[in-house]
């Protein structure tokens, strides 16, 4: 069985791009604030010559290490949520709320809700793709952040539910995604994370908002969701507190039945009981055999050992 591989999303940064990096040490509440509070100030401050160079450099050591469907390592992106969110009506990024998000995991001052979310005006993510496209000729993915996961990385002050707002966010998200696929990015794929934290609200309405992102979306684009349990503000932090990914169990057969074509889910750093995967009939499963948290590099029999037993 030939298996295709691709990158989730997030690649690190080199260090002429002075923006917050994964990779870099620190306490665990001061990298993951750093990570995910925003100011003004450093919205721009790159120029546009180092984030294509950046860019470039990330998609091309995917392909150097033989990864079929490379991303492009949203270089361009501060972190994956709110680099979206500043092209969104109703998030306003001058007012500041203390929140915390991940369900305990994280605290961080986050942008405010405080009017209807809509589109801001002209796409952006098609221009992102187009350039990082051009880079390769292999199909480039592009990563969208989820309705649900932007409610936890944003403070409410506007909307009486978050079932409401999500719903809000996904029609401005299918905005987006519709520009992406008239670009010619053929796989698009949408991050929720909180998934497998709130697994009631993803069930309740998140699921429902998953497949509105991707409404319209041409058949032959492979519409794609990612759900990892968390990662930490730092390599080899050991006491994140990570979501339970019994949680998958939970939530497998109701994504089996929308519309989505590939799951995303982790594997290396929590060792799922891979008879999850017995849950999945019509979605094919990207399998995290990686542990990117962890400084050790794998040993490819040990990869190869469990990509044999999941198969």
């Known amino acids: 069985m030939a298996i295709s591989t691709t990158c989730i999303g997030a690649y690190p940064k080199p260090d002429y791009i002075e923006i917050g990096n994964f990779a870099e040490t620190g306490e665990q509440d ?3 604030t750093r990570a995910f509070t925003y100011t003004q100030d450093n919205a721009d401050k790159v120029p546009e010559e180092l984030l294509t160079r950046a860019t470039l450099e990330a998609i091309q050591d995917q392909i150097d290490c033989g990864i079929d469907i490379p991303t492009d390592g949203e270089q361009r992106r501060e972190n994956y949520i709110h680099y979206h969110c500043r092209h969104l009506d109703g998030i ?3 007012n500041l709320s203390n929140k915390v998000h991940r369900c305990g995991a994280a605290v961080a001052d986050l942008p405010t809700i405080s ?3 809509e589109p801001a005006g002209d ?5 992102d793709f187009q350039l990082a496209q051009d880079c390769s000729d292999r199909p480039i993915k592009i990563t969208v952040p989820g309705p649900l996961s932007i409610i936890d990385t944003t403070v409410n002050a506007y909307y009486r539910s978050e079932r409401d707002l999500a719903f809000d966010l996904a029609d401005a998200l299918n905005f987006e995604i519709r520009a992406l696929a008239d670009a010619g990015c053929r796989y698009i794929q949408v991050d929720e994370p909180l998934f497998v934290r709130k697994v ?5 309405f998140g699921i429902e908002c998953l497949d509105r992102c991707f409404d319209g979306v041409p058949e032959d684009v492979t519409r794609v969701m990612h759900m990892c349990c968390g990662y930490p503000g730092h390599i080899d932090d050991e006491d994140y507190l990570k979501a339970d990914a019994q949680c998958y169990f939970q939530l497998a057969s109701a994504i089996d039945k929308t519309g989505i074509q590939q799951v995303s889910i982790e594997d ?3 060792l ?3 008879k999850l995967l017995e849950n999945f009939d019509d979605t094919a499963v990207i399998l995290g055999v990686v542990a990117i948290a962890n400084s050790r590099i794998e040993r490819i029999e040990n990869i190869q050992q469990r990509l044999e037993l999941a198969l």
């Open 30 to 32: 001061d990298s993951v």
């Open 92 to 94: 306003d990024f001058g």
């Open 115 to 117: 009017a209807r979310i």
């Open 123 to 127: 796409h952006f993510l098609d221009r």
């Open 200 to 204: 009631d609200d993803a069930l309740s």
């Open 268 to 270: 290396a750093h929590c």
């Open 272 to 274: 799922n009981d891979l």
